[in-house]
């Protein structure tokens, strides 16, 4: 392989830790069966009707004289603040790891970041799930895909104008679970394929999720599909939430629907108040359990010395502030446990952007400036100079409007083999505008194999099967890879492109044609 991939250097995401707070080991303070009281809530969390029948019992048996001493302050208050509200996030890392992963933007340096977004303004009014364990559906239908509709059209949302949890939830229950619990990978899954309805139109009920939608709504559902969803975590492997990502999703407007563990003061004391700052006690997580909800903000300056994250909780007004609360960036690091981003879009989820806008070009990594190309016609961009062997260098890509981006390498001997996506796993949707180095973590490096690396940057506005592509590729008998990209993509590659220069060569086209194709080559010496 000419050029070849090689970890870079003191990866800042590798280093990051959980801040302050720490899980207490499972041999300290927990001897015997004490261990057990957390497994036991957790159990009951998810099953309200439960508690609430194991809350009344307790109380029964303190009057008549049972276990007094054991009522010391909070204790059976606990269990009454837990009975009136309910979760139902499950997680399971298999099913996580289905999701595929954004590919976040470079640095704050090329993407300057605000420092406090809010989408408060789109939010539908927060009402209660009540005691079913929808929380799952209220966050990724109710909150999520509501606000993104609400955005494009720049309107605040009534409640019957948000789409109904309950059309969402009755589809994605466990089975068998009486109505507690759901994947929020199902959710975007099925907001994807199947679309949702105005509340409207499937009205909510705690008490029962039996009821499913008709064929007429399903087919009235589809025009409400999303566009896509990503998974923002640190690594296609490293299911740690990636923070940085989800600022950037929430600074050009789409919200974050997380999972995350939540009890003891954040159902306990939050009526009326702004932000959740937990105790050393939450950080043990007694009794805690998994709890859906959606990020509709961020503020870097919001506790002083660090950030935090707005979340939009679907127990009622009374919750926060208005349903809503703050939560600082390193509480929310050690409590969050999945973060999905729903793609930005218009009126219509089929909508495409009415040009191709990219700049492209190879940054240097021990200078961190660009490296100077020169067009050699028929889209083909080359290094004024040549680069040293054993260079590290990655390539550069903006795009200002919504793309898809793909990464071809040529080997020596002409075969095509594939940079990005790097996995399976990997996004190449491109639907948060700025500026990607490729790849994110590692630096491409020429080796001392001959004296030219080739690579092909390919634009598209809808999705492509990039491995039917490289079969292609190989198969083609161009000389050349602008030649093969051109046998391959026939008529769905633009030749009509208009390109500008600078430290990074621009693209544009009009989108009349699927794709836009860039050929890079670096000379070496």
Known sequence: MPIRMVPDEGNEQSSRSNGPLRRRSSGTGMAGGGSLIPLLLGFLIKRPKLLLVLAIGFALFYFFGGMKSCTGPGGDDMISQLAGFTTGAEFDPALYDQAEVYEP?????????????????????????????????????????????????????????????????????????????????????????????????????????????SGSDKQQAQQYRIKGFQRLTLGADDQRVDMLAMK?????????????????????????????????????????????????????????????????????????????????????????????????????????????????????????????LVSAGDGIFRTVEPIAKGSKFKVEVTNNAECYTYLFGQETDGSIYVLFPYTPKHSP????????????????????????????????NQP??????????????????????????????QTTVRYTDGETIGATCSTDRNALAIVLELDKR
């Open 464 to 493: 492509f099967d990039y491995n039917k592509v490289q079969e292609g590729l190989n198969a083609s008998r161009a000389g050349d890879l602008a030649g093969k990209l051109r046998d391959v993509l026939g008529e769905e590659l």
């Open 105 to 213: 933007l470079a640095d704050n340096v090329k993407n300057p970041l605000p420092e406090r977004i809010t989408l408060e303004r789109y939010c539908p009014p927060r009402l209660n799930q009540g005691q079913q364990g929808s929380c799952v559906a209220w966050a990724s239908a109710y909150a999520a895909r509501t606000i993104v509709q609400a955005r494009a059209a720049e309107r605040t949302p009534s409640s019957q104008e948000a789409f109904s949890p309950s059309y969402l939830y009755n589809q994605i229950k466990i089975p068998n679970s009486g109505c507690q619990g759901s994947y929020i990978y199902r959710a975007m899954e099925t907001m994807l394929q199947g679309g949702v309805l105005p509340f409207s139109r499937f009205g909510y009920t705690d008490q029962d999720c039996s009821k499913q939608p």
């Open 248 to 372: 950037q999703y929430l600074s050009q407007g789409s919200p974050v629907v997380i999972g995350m563990m939540v009890g003891g003061t954040f159902m306990q004391d939050m009526e009326g108040r702004e932000a959740w700052t937990p105790t050393q006690n939450d950080a043990n997580m007694p009794g805690f359990g998994g709890h859906a909800m959606c990020v509709v903000g961020y503020d870097d300056y919001k506790f002083g010395d660090q950030g935090g994250f707005l979340l939009m909780n679907s127990w009622g007004p009374e919750w926060g502030a208005n349903g809503l609360a703050w939560v600082p960036y390193d509480a929310f690091d050690y409590f969050c446990k999945e973060a999905y981003a729903v793609y930005p879009m218009g009126e219509n989820p089929t909508e495409r952007p009415a040009e191709f806008d990219i700049r492209f070009g190879f940054q240097d990594q021990s200078t961190k400036r660009n490296i100077r």
């Open 429 to 460: 949707y491109c639907g948060i505008t700025g500026t990607r180095l490729f790849p994110h973590d590692h630096s491409l490096m020429a080796d001392d194999v001959g004296s030219r690396d080739v690579m092909a940057v390919l634009v598209t």
